[in-house]
């Protein structure tokens, strides 16, 4: 396994704001990617990567979620897909807050479908259907934007929502605006 550059907003490097390809098999070279990918989210500490944030456009991504969210050394699911696409969506929607691994430091608060089922392929080619609620449907919906050239900050509903956290002298994390309000 070789740990990828991920790309950041910065770059000057278009592959975040472009539709991917599909992956038309699930080959050798894709599970290869696949498991660079998930060395490399691993290393930066996040929860999922999209080919687009290792400068690849293709539709592959991967998620690791922890069982317990109240326990994040704990046991973890892991999934390694291509061709993701969410077939059904609830109507209930839910904000809470999000970061990515392409926008360091900057958080937003966005709103996404409580409920989801996505279907994809798996690192051997075969038709997966997941039904998802919860962290696991906010991360999966995160990550599947990034196959369509949508950024979390797209998805926000007012400058309001996005923020950096510092840490007052009380050890506590607050929210600092990224723009002064009007």
Not at 5 to 17: E, M
Not at 110 to 133: C, K, M, N
Not at 137 to 157: S, W
Request: glycine fraction near 6%; include cysteine.
């Amino acid at each position: 396994m070789t740990l990828r550059t991920i790309v950041k907003v910065d770059d000057d490097n278009p592959v975040l704001r472009m539709r991917a390809q599909v992956v038309p098999a699930v080959s050798r070279r894709i599970r290869d990617l696949m498991d660079d990918m998930v060395a490399t989210m691993r290393d930066a500490e996040g929860v999922g990567l999209a080919a687009p944030q290792v400068g690849l456009d293709l539709q592959v991504i991967v998620v690791e979620v922890p069982e317990d969210l109240e326990e994040p050394d704990g046991p973890s699911r892991l999934w390694t897909l291509a061709n993701p696409r969410v077939i059904s969506l609830s109507e209930a929607m839910e904000e809470g807050r999000e970061a990515c691994l392409s926008i360091p430091d900057l958080f937003g608060d966005v709103p996404r479908h409580v409920d989801i089922v996505v279907e994809a392929l798996d690192r051997y080619g075969r038709t997966q259907r997941l039904e998802l609620s919860g962290f696991e449907a906010r991360v999966f919906q995160h990550e599947i934007d990034h196959l369509q050239g949508i950024l979390y900050p797209d998805r926000v509903t007012g400058p309001d929502k996005l923020y950096y956290l510092e840490e007052d002298a009380e050890g506590n994390w607050v929210k600092v605006p990224l723009a002064a309000p009007d």
